[in-house]
């Protein structure tokens, strides 16, 4: 067994008197290695200037910090650079806030050239204004966690050599987007209809593609097992051939500035005649999932695009309520999912319709 996890203590904070749960940091915090050893919860009406919450419940942190030797503590909120600061100084300990941790997990698993430089894009864009931040305790950390990918190395260039470095990514990435408008028109002249899944990370958008292409690509049950799109060509019978796109899960709460970065690779979602947007329905908060998403859809001006909801995951034992019901993972009731998009691309009255 392992032995040099990091372990954390996370804080979440509400409003009201709404159940703050922290199940979903817990699981962001175990893809990056780290181990949860303990949870603070606090309402409030405003965050502390400070240190967002409470200055008593910093030291209730405190002294949890110290029963249970965290190396690490993680706020489930986005924190300033001075507020990390302050907590630093108080606690003794690394702190890092919800964007750092899905950053670090985007740095881990992006694999594409595109990939990378969005990455890149992404952390420096965070980092710019937490430039003064940095305190040193996150290199202390056992796994590093927050310091891995091209964005942090170059946290000792000054502001406006990091401004230097953003502008030169954007360009590149526009390179490499201009690329792709190209492919993404010579596919539409073949008369393919391009389908895209989106959904909530670990929804089973990867094993619904695997399922329908018969392909392998990489699934796995932690948040953000892809970070690429790929794209499979899938034969659905009745003459019709789509291009099966996959992408990066939405989570709740992704700072606009990671949503920017990711543009090029959302307008595969963008340019699509069809989504299927894929929900976990085993998990308990599908619903508030299904909003997040459609919340993203909206922000990258893709809310319009004709979408077949899929609930997924129902050899779990819950039906859905509407939609597809499928099992990505047992290879059930694709065949229906498959005359479903055969019959919407199909519709004669439908303006998605192509001329072949
Ligand atoms: N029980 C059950 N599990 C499933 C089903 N489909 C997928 N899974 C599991 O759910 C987990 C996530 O599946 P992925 O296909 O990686 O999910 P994803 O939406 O691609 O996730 P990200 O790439 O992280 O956004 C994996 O452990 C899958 O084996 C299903 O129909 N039933
Ligand atoms: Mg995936």
Do not use: W
């Not at 202390?140 to 990514?169: F, Q, T, Y």
């Not at 958008?205 to 932690?222: G, V």
């Not at 789509?242 to 595969?268: C, N, Y």
């Amino acid at each position: 067994m392992r032995t040099d996890y990091d372990k954390a203590i996370l804080v979440g904070v509400g409003q009201g008197s709404d159940y703050i749960d922290l199940s979903e940091l817990e699981s962001l915090c175990q893809t990056c290695g780290i181990v949860t050893v303990g949870q603070i919860t606090q309402h409030i009406k405003d965050p502390d200037v400070t240190y967002y919450i409470g200055s008593g419940k910093v030291d209730e942190v405190h002294a949890l910090v110290q029963e249970t030797k965290a190396t690490v503590v993680v706020f489930d909120v986005e924190l300033s650079g001075s507020k990390v600061r302050n907590l630093e100084q108080k606690l003794g300990v690394a702190v890092l806030d919800r964007s750092k941790v899905i950053l670090d997990i985007f740095a881990s698993r992006a694999q594409s050239a595109e990939g990378k430089l969005q990455v890149e894009l992404a952390q420096l864009k965070y980092n710019l204004p937490r430039l003064a931040g940095n305190s040193g305790l996150l290199a202390k950390m056992k796994n590093s966690v927050g310091m891995r990918g091209p964005g942090e190395k170059k946290l000792e260039l000054d502001r406006r050599k990091i401004h230097d470095e953003i502008n030169a990514l954007e360009k590149k990435l526009e390179k490499l987007k201009q690329t792709r408008d190209l492919s993404r028109k010579q596919a539409g002249s073949s008369g393919k209809y391009a389908v895209c899944l989106v959904g909530y990370t670990n929804s089973g958008k990867s094993t619904l593609l695997n399922t329908m292409a018969k392909t392998q690509e990489y699934a796995e049950d932690k948040l953000f097992a892809t970070l690429d799109p790929k794209t499979a060509r899938v034969f659905l019978g009745d003459d019709v051939q789509i291009l099966l796109t996959d992408t990066v899960g939405f989570i709740d709460r992704l700072p606009h500035e990671f949503i920017r970065a990711f543009e090029s690779t959302l307008d595969s979602v963008r340019y699509a005649d069809l989504l299927l947007h894929v929900v976990d329905v085993s998990n308990p908060h599908h619903e508030q999932q299904i909003a997040v998403v459609n919340e993203v859809l909206k922000k990258i001006n893709a809310s319009k695009i004709l979408t077949i909801m899929v609930y997924n995951k129902i050899d779990k034992g819950i039906a859905p309520k509407g939609g597809v019901g499928i099992s990505a993972k047992n290879n059930e009731n694709i065949d229906c999912l498959k005359s479903e998009i055969v019959c919407i691309l199909k519709d004669e009255n439908h303006s998605i319709r192509r001329d072949k």
